[in-house]
């Protein structure tokens, strides 16, 4: 989730991919573009016409992007939505969740898959749809009266999923059998984004701080009772993302400030020392969540200020 405030919002209309050689939209034309990044002659590709995009998760060779709908992550409006594309960028459906008459999404963020469920975070609950149908088969709601933002969503294991709760500051598990929500971890406020490494012992998340004034990147140990938190490093920002890379190193998207600055998005050791920086187009605003795409070969990343994802090459 990005910083509230600084987010604008368009018309939602047909998915747009644009290379650093062509655009294709639903029609398939293609009108000459080119897309430079911040580093030498590296190019991007972006997809543009989503609406605060916040996420994206491949399945297959299906991508789906979740559309908070408007710039308030917190709406209850009834305005989100999830579209579907091909690995290649094209669109396949741009509002393919929630289908027409079916319960509506409100600011869909994270998003995991098991088997042919696809798991999104909406506010204060989390929802599943068939993969084939589309229709809703799960809901899971937080109960109590204390504000909740449930944003990021990783698999631990085929019946569980960990959950970060930005507003709380902590990560839940969502047992999907009895769809209950139990706290894992607390004290890492402004908790964004997810991932566990290849080990699946320790979940990392990274966190915009309280008030999305800055916070840090945390690693949770996921061993016997109590969990235990640190920080990694001395990693800093209004960090939203976090993947973790065949090597083991993590890759976390920064908003640095809630203006139009524009983003950064870094590698790192485990022990949060700086690999390097990715290339990003210049003036990308807004970096929410990451996802690589299999193979590590491209990052993925929801620009919610520019209702855009940049599909960046991975060094």
């Known amino acids: 989730m990005g910083v509230q ?3 604008r919002r368009t018309v939602a209309g047909c998915g747009v991919l644009v290379l650093a050689g062509a ?3 639903c029609n398939g034309a293609t009108v000459e573009k080119t897309v430079p990044t911040t580093m030498g002659s590296a190019e991007a590709k972006v997809l543009a016409g989503f609406v605060s995009p916040e996420s994206s998760l491949p399945v297959g060779d299906r991508w789906f992007v979740s559309n ?21 960028g094209s669109v396949v459906n741009s509002k393919v969740v929630p289908r027409p008459g079916d319960p509506p999404l409100n600011a869909p963020k994270g998003m995991a898959t098991i088997d042919h469920t696809v798991f999104v975070a909406d506010i204060d609950r989390v929802v599943g749809f068939d993969l084939d149908t589309f229709a809703q088969v799960f809901e899971a709601t937080v109960e109590g009266d204390t ?30 059998a009895n769809r209950k929500f139990e706290t894992l971890a ?6 964004n984004g997810i991932a566990i490494d290849g080990s699946g012992g320790i979940a990392y998340v990274a966190a915009l701080g309280a008030q999305h004034q800055g916070g840090d990147l945390w690693a949770v140990e996921l061993g016997p009772a109590p969990v235990v938190i640190r920080k990694v490093g001395t990693v800093h920002g209004i960090l939203d993302g ?17 203006d139009d600055s524009a983003g950064v998005i870094t590698v790192y050791k485990p022990d949060g020392t700086e690999v390097q ?23 993925w990343v929801a620009s919610i200020p520019d209702d855009q994802v940049f599909v960046l090459a991975v060094p």
């Open 5 to 7: 405030g600084s987010l």
């Open 23 to 25: 655009a294709l939209g």
């Open 68 to 88: 908070m709908g408007g710039p308030d992550p917190q709406a209850k409006d009834g305005n989100g939505f999830i579209s579907e594309l091909k690995s290649d």
């Open 147 to 176: 504000p909740t933002l449930l944003n990021d969503i990783v698999v631990r294991d085929p019946g569980t999923l960990l959950v970060t709760d930005t507003a709380r500051g902590e990560v839940h598990t969502l047992d999907l």
């Open 186 to 191: 607390d004290g890492m406020p402004g908790a």
């Open 242 to 258: 976090v993947q973790i890379l065949r090597d083991g190193n993590l890759v976390v998207s920064d908003w640095v400030s809630a």
């Open 277 to 299: 920086r990715i290339p990003v187009p210049a003036g990308l605003r807004g970096p929410a969540d990451i996802q690589l795409a299999p193979g590590d070969k491209a990052l």
